[in-house]
T-cell receptor
Framework: GQSLEQPSEVTAVEGAIVQINCTYQTSGFYGLSWYQQHDGGAPTFLSY????GLEETGRFSSFLSRSDSYGYLLLQELQMKDSASYFC?????????????FGKGTMLLVSP | DVKVTQSSRYLVKRTGEKVFLECVQD?????MFWYRQDPGLGLRLIYF???????EKGDIPEGYSVSREKKERFSLILESASTNQTSMYLCASSPPGQGTHEQYFGPGTRLTVT
């Protein structure tokens, strides 16, 4: 089976940098995705890492180390609107078809 | 602009009722997914479909069934609703294979079973 671990809650102040970690155990691994979900909203895709290293998209970056079964999402220059839940998700195979298995989510609270 | 729509934002049903949740996507995606989201449990995959009339069980299929008669539409059916099926239900779609990492979600249906 698959399991993902991420912190349940992280707090930070505006303008700061925050890192949300994700460790995973899975029988098959094809990549790690990150999603953002505002309260009452739908999850939206942020980034994806299939290979080791850092992917940067504006203020957000995502890192993957396949040998350590570990990844993180880095949010820079935090803004109040970044307060949301963040989910890591492993892309793996389910009955031979590609699916995502999600972590339980990290709630990020950004204060002034 | 890509879009996934769900038939209802809020739904209240009684125990034992048959419940249909509808999802429509306009991106011509092969893959469609149904998840339920509960506090502290994240998103859990109920069923998915990789093509018309095809379906596969996810991690928690018990008590649910699905139907995909057209490429753009994926329905989740609760044959006999129970109180433990009270939850937020999210539909998503994606391209096939490697495209699965980027899923597009609908706004969700909050179902309450009383």
């Amino acid at each position: 089976g698959q399991s993902l671990e991420q912190p349940s809650e992280v707090t930070a102040v505006e303008g700061a940098i925050v890192q949300i970690n994700c460790t995973y155990q899975t029988s098959g691994f094809y990549g790690l995705s990150w999603y953002q979900q505002h309260d009452g909203g739908a999850p939206t895709f942020l980034s994806y890492n299939a290979l080791d290293g850092l992917e940067e998209t504006g203020r957000f970056s995502s890192f993957l180390s396949r040998s350590d079964s570990y990844g993180y999402l880095l949010l820079q220059e935090l803004q109040m609107k970044d307060s949301a839940s963040y989910f890591c998700a492993v892309r793996d195979l389910n009955s031979g078809y590609s699916t995502l298995t999600f972590g339980k989510g990290t709630m990020l609270l950004v204060s002034p | 602009d890509v879009k996934v729509t769900q038939s209802s934002r809020y739904l209240v049903k009684r125990t034992g009722e048959k419940v249909f949740l509808e999802c429509v996507q306009d991106m011509d995606h092969e893959n469609m997914f149904w998840y339920r989201q509960d506090p502290g449990l994240g998103l859990r995959l109920i069923y998915f479909s990789y093509d018309v009339k095809m379906k596969e069980k996810g991690d928690i299929p018990e008590g649910y069934s699905v139907s995909r008669e057209k490429k753009e539409r994926f329905s989740l059916i609760l044959e006999s609703a129970s109180t433990n099926q009270t939850s937020m239900y999210l539909c998503a779609s994606s391209p096939p294979g490697q495209g699965t990492h980027e899923q597009y979600f609908g706004p969700g249906t909050r179902l309450t079973v009383t």
